[in-house]
C-alpha cells in the first residue's frame, strides 16, 4: 500500500500517519520527495481501513500496490536507485562494464586480466572462487584462494572486484575481500543465503535464475531488501527456452519491463546468455539498447584453455572493440533517452 501525502502535509501529519501504521504492526518507509512525501506500507494491510487513512489530515491519496514486490516496485520509489560500488555507479547515467574470466585460475591469470580489462576502460572486475557447476567432477573453483588472488589483481589495478557466494557460511569472507557479492542464477531462490546477504552492508548482484519469471526474481530482490540492504543490481542473464543453439536466451525484453516495474538498477550478462564469444558484443549492445545499465561479461587471456566457460570468453583484443563500440552506443542513447518511455 502506499499513501500520497499531498504538498501542504506537516510534518505531525506525515508522523500522525506512521504512528498510526506501526502501531498496527506494518512497516513503513518514508520516500520525501521535493513536491510531496509518500510512504510506503509493507506487511498485512488487509487490517488497516484504507477509506479512513484517506480522509486524515494531509492524505492525498491511499492506493494498493498489485504486485507482490513492495520495495522492489518502481511505485514505492519513483526515482531509480543509484548502487555505489566503491565508487562505480549502478543506475546512473554511465553504463557500468564488468569484465574478467569465469573462473580465477591463478595469480598471472587474474592479474593479466584485470590489467588489460581496465586498459580497455572497464570500471570492475569480475572472478569466480566459488563456482557452481552441473558436474561434481568439474572445476569447482579455487574457493578461498581465487578470493586472496582477485585481492591481488584489484591491488595490481584498483578494479573494485565482483564474486560469487554460494552458502551463508562464507558471507564474512566475502564481506571482507570482495565489493560487490554475487548471487548466481542457481541460487536466485536460496531463500537462506538471499536473507543473509540482505542483513550485509555489501551490495548485491543478483542473477536472473535460469527458469524464473520477472515477478519471481523481483520477489528474491525483496528478500534482500526486506532484510535491510538497499543495494541490489539485478543482472539478466539469459532463460532456458527451447532454443538448443545458444546456451539460453538472453531475455530483453526483460530489461525494459524491470526499467518500468522496478527503481533497482539492471545491467545484462552476455556470455551466460549465449554460451558464445562471438555474440558478446551485439547483445551487449543490445542490453544497453534496452536500457540496461551495465554489462557483465566473461574475458580470458587463453579462452581455449579456459578451466570454466571458454567458449563464450572474449579475448582482451575483443573486448577492447567491445568497449569502443558501447562508448559509442552511449552517446547515441544519450541522444534518444527522451523517446524511451521507461
Ligand atoms: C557466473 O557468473 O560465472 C555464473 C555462474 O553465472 P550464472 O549464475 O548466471 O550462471
Ligand atoms: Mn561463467
Known amino acids: 500500500m502506499i499513501i500520497v501525502m499531498n504538498n501542504t502535509a506537516t510534518v505531525e501529519n506525515i508522523d500522525n500517519i506512521v504512528d498510526r501504521l506501526q502501531k498496527a504492526t506494518l512497516s513503513t518507509s518514508k520516500i520525501v520527495g521535493a513536491e510531496q512525501t509518500v510512504i510506503g506500507v509493507v506487511g498485512d494491510t488487509g487490517k488497516v481501513d484504507k477509506e ?17 514486490f513492495k520495495k522492489a516496485n518502481r511505485a ?58 552441473s558436474s561434481p567432477y568439474a572445476f569447482q573453483g579455487l574457493e578461498l584462494d581465487g578470493l586472496k588472488l582477485l585481492i ?43 536473507r543473509e546477504v540482505g542483513k550485509s552492508k555489501k551490495p548485491i548482484l543478483l542473477k536472473r535464475g535460469l527458469s524464473s519469471t520477472i515477478e519471481e526474481w523481483l520477489m528474491s530482490a525483496e ?55 562471438w555474440m558478446a558484443l ?25 578451466l570454466c566457460d571458454g567458449a563464450q570468453s572474449v579475448t582482451p583484443l575483443v573486448f577492447n572493440d567491445i568497449m569502443k563500440c558501447v562508448n559509442t552506443i552511449d552517446n547515441t542513447m544519450k541522444e534518444i533517452k527522451d523517446f524511451m518511455h521507461v
Open 52 to 68: 479512513l487513512l484517506s480522509t486524515l489530515p494531509g492524505v492525498e491519496k491511499v492506493l494498493k500496490v498489485q504486485e507482490p
Open 76 to 133: 514505492f520509489k519513483s526515482t531509480d536507485t543509484i548502487v555505489d560500488v566503491a565508487g562505480v555507479k549502478f543506475g546512473g547515467d554511465k553504463p557500468v562494464i564488468i569484465a574478467g574470466p569465469c573462473s580465477v585460475e591463478s595469480h598471472d591469470q587474474i592479474v593479466s586480466i584485470a590489467k588489460s580489462v581496465k586498459a580497455a576502460g572497464a570500471s570492475m572486475l569480475r572472478g569466480g572462487a566459488f563456482k557452481p557447476r
Open 152 to 194: 591481488e589483481a584489484k591491488k595490481a589495478t584498483g578494479l573494485p572486484i565482483v564474486s560469487e557466494i554460494i552458502a551463508p557460511r562464507y558471507l564474512e569472507v566475502f564481506e571482507e575481500s570482495v565489493d560487490m557479492i554475487q548471487i548466481g542464477a542457481r541460487n536466485m531462490q536460496n531463500f537462506d543465503l538471499l
Open 223 to 277: 528478500y534482500i531488501l526486506h532484510q535491510g540492504n538497499p543495494n541490489v543490481v539485478l543482472c539478466e542473464r539469459g532463460i532456458r527456452t527451447f532454443e538448443t543453439y545458444t546456451r539460453n536466451t538472453l531475455d530483453v525484453s526483460a530489461i525494459i519491463a524491470v526499467r518500468k516495474l522496478s527503481h533497482l538498477p539492471i545491467i545484462a550478462d552476455p556470455s551466460h546468455a549465449s554460451g558464445k564469444s
Open 282 to 306: 551485439p547483445l551487449s549492445l543490445a542490453a544497453l539498447a534496452c536500457g540496461a545499465h551495465g554489462i557483465i561479461i566473461e574475458v580470458h587471456n587463453d579462452p581455449a584453455n579456459a
